[in-house]
């Protein structure tokens, strides 16, 4: 049952990490877009994914989504199996892609726009501007707070308990009102968040040092 | 050639950097623009590839008008380059990576064949020995140097200078122009350059442009503008800037020969 139930923390761990990482990002370029639209649309999910708690998405995805949707399709998510480890990443996702988009956004703001203009004068269209010349910078200049973003996220995989999603909490709720060695069950679920977020920590560093530039040569600009 | 056809530009209220600007410049000529800070000379550059968009008038370059449409606009960018104060390298790339990105994302190039060319222009601009290094890794001189080869990799027509010189320490400055100088001599390419190097202008100059508040005053040979100009405003800032500094730079030469 812990197996099975590190397993899928896993599994939520970076499915969720993956798809808010590439969402937060399309949020990030939509939300300082030159578009209107856009920005409107972007900062409108932003302020109401971000707002509301995180387990109220999963309760939303796992309860209330089957029953806004046709009723045959509803019922079909109902009974599908591995429905609440979908409702699960759908909920986890919305919430971090909100926060991981704002940090982008301030990853953007830290670019001087000078960096687009030169990108600009070289002929290269917007998408490759954003791919070649912006994000990577993006992603270095937020890094640290990405990191922390993503172990947070990591940590909220165990509100997934709350929707039967059989992960490592739950597991370890299983077995305490099974065998009653809750205890001993919630000590190695312990270790093994602590191991896993340390892990990210070391990976995040890692990245910071092997992705290390120095910005100054951009940012000391005088008027 | 780049025409400018009444070109109006206004920032803010008394703002007004481009004050119904005429203005044509041949194919391969090399035009400095000089004339004291906010009269407009970034502007005058910065419009033409459109990083600026005017409010009134319109803008052709090579028969194509940039002012309306976006598919003259992608394709004139692409003829262009244009060479920063600051130099704006990209800082997460090394030097050759700079020069090589839009050789092959725009002309759709190899990487060998960007490599190939990215190497020659690095010999040219005489930096062969620092094509791996990245720009915080680098002098000014050199930054401004890697960026005209990344301006150059894409073979433009036409090529802007907007004061490429001014951020840099007094002695790297000689670096960057003597590149600037065989450009202008090997001929071909048009070269607008917002400077107030005057020995640049001397040298190599076809043309000498004066701008005070939005408002092309002189307009001739550098002999002309620099030496004798016709109206007041531009006679002082002849005087006080520029003689003062190239006299004090060539003093300084003389001291130092």
Known sequence: MMVTGVKLTLLLLVTT?????????????????????????????????????GLFWLLFFYFVFPELLPSEWGKALNTYEHYPVVAGILGLTVDNSSYVSDILRSGKLAIPDSQKEAAITLGLKPVQQWLYVMLPQMYRAVLPPLGTRMIHNFKNTSLCM?????????????????????IEATTIATVFYIIVSALMVAVVLGLEKYLKIDMTSITKSKA | MIKFINVYKKFKEECIPLNNVDLSIAKGQVVVVCGPSGA???????????????????II???LSVTNSRANLAKVRSE??????????????????????????????TRKQAN???????????????????????????????????????????????????????????????????????????????SHEIGFAKKVADRVLFMDNGVILEDGSPHEVLISPKHQRARDFMS????????LREENATFLN
């Open chain 1, 162 to 182: 709350a929707i039967t999603a059989t992960e490592l909490t739950w597991a370890t709720q299983q077995i305490e009102s099974l065998t009653f060695r809750g």
């Open chain 2, 80 to 109: 262009i380059g244009m060479v920063f104060q600051q130099f704006n390298l990209f800082p997460h790339k090394t030097a050759i990576q700079n020069i090589m990105l839009a050789p092959m994302k725009v002309r759709g190039l």
């Open chain 1, 17 to 53: 990490t993956l798809i808010s990482f590439f969402v937060g990002t399309v949020l990030a370029v939509m939300r300082v877009s030159s578009v209107k639209a856009l920005r409107i649309l972007g900062t409108l999910y932003v302020e109401i994914c971000r707002n509301i708690p």
């Open chain 2, 116 to 194: 190939k060319k990215a190497m020659a222009l690095l010999e040219r601009v005489g930096l062969v020995h620092k094509a791996g290094n990245y720009p915080s890794q680098l002098s000014g001189g050199e930054q401004q140097r890697i960026a005209i080869a990344r301006s150059l990799a894409m073979e433009p027509g036409i090529m802007l200078f907007d004061e490429p010189t001014s951020a840099l320490d007094p002695e790297l400055i000689q670096e960057v122009l003597d590149v600037m100088i065989s450009l202008a001599r090997e001929g071909g390419m048009t070269m607008i350059v917002v």
């Open chain 2, 61 to 63: 370059i090579d028969g």
């Open chain 2, 240 to 247: 006080n800037v520029l003689h003062v500094r190239d006299d």
């Open chain 2, 40 to 58: 407009g000379k970034s502007t005058l550059l910065r419009v033409i590839p459109r990083l600026e968009a005017i409010d009134r008038g319109e």
